[in-house]
C-alpha cells in the first residue's frame, strides 16, 4: 500500500497501541518518517536510512521546536484515557496536541491527521471527550488540511471483558443487545496510512464484525473456556455508578469509568473495515 515515496511523515504517540503498529506501518510502506518518544529506546528497533527517531515530549512545548522541519504529515494518536503522572486529559488529548499542531504550522506542514473517537462531538460532556473534542476545534481553525479519525473503539479495550471472563461471569448493563464494531489496532494503522492522501476531513471506521455486548462477553468466556454466565444488571445501576463516580471521584478516576459506561449504553456502528476479528484476538491473548 505505498502511497508516495515524496511525503515525510512525523508521528506522535508512536510507542502507543495504535501508534506502535502505524510506526511499524510506515516503516514497512519505506515513508521518510520522524518517530517522537520521550523513551527513544523503545522504538530502536525501527531505526532506518528512512526512520529517524526524535527524542521529545509532546506535554513540553520547548522539546519540539522545529521537529516540524521538513515534515509534509504529522499524525497524531496522542491521548490517554486513564490519567496518571499528574497529567490531566487537559494536558494531554488537548494542549499537548496544540503544542504539536503549532509547531506543524510554523513548519509549513501541509497535513495535520488526529486520531479522535466515534461520535466525539455528541460526548462533549464526557471528560475525555471535552479535550480531544477541543483540540478538533483547534485543527479545524488552523488553515492546516486535516483529517479527523474516529474509530468505533479498540480490540486492546475489550480486554474488559477478558478480565470478567477469569472469574468465570460476564456483567452488563441493560440487556447487552447494544451493538458497536471496535477495530484491531493493525487495520487502524492503515486506515491512518490512507488519510495521508485521503480528501476527507472525516473518517468514521469500525472492524468487520457488529457484535452485541452479549456476543463479545460470550467470545470472552469461550476463549477462556469457560461456561457461559452473563449477568445483566438494571440500567439504573449503570446511571447511578456514574454518578456516584462523577460525585465522590476526581476526573482521575471517574473520567474512563464514565467514557465506557456511557458508550456502551447504546449502538454505536461505524463503517466496516479491516479482516482481523475480535473472536480470534480473545484467542491469541489467552493462549
Known sequence: MKLTNTQTILLAGATGYLGGYIAKALVENQYNTKLIARSVQKLQALERKTVKIVKAEVTQPETLKGICEGVTTVISTVGITRQKEGLTYMDVDYQANINLLNEAKKAGVKKFIYVSAIN??????????????????????SGLDYTIIRPNGFFSDMKDFLDMAKKGKIYLFGHGEQKFNPIHGEDLAIVCLQAIASPSTEIIVGGPDVLT???????????????????????????????????FTSS??????????????????????????????????TS
Open 252 to 285: 482521575k478516576t471517574y473520567g474512563p469509568i464514565e467514557f465506557f459506561l456511557t458508550l456502551m449504553a447504546e449502538d454505536h456502528m461505524a463503517p466496516r473495515f479491516g479482516a482481523k476479528r475480535l473472536s480470534q484476538f480473545f484467542k491469541t491473548q
Open 120 to 141: 466525539g462531538n455528541k460526548y462533549r460532556h464526557l471528560k475525555i471527550f471535552e479535550a480531544k473534542e477541543k483540540f478538533v476545534d483547534a485543527l479545524k481553525a
Open 213 to 247: 455486548l452479549n456476543e463479545i462477553g460470550e467470545m470472552a468466556l469461550e476463549a477462556l473456556d469457560k461456561p457461559i454466565k452473563i449477568i445483566h444488571l438494571p440500567d439504573w445501576t449503570r446511571r447511578f455508578t456514574i454518578w456516584a463516580f462523577r460525585t
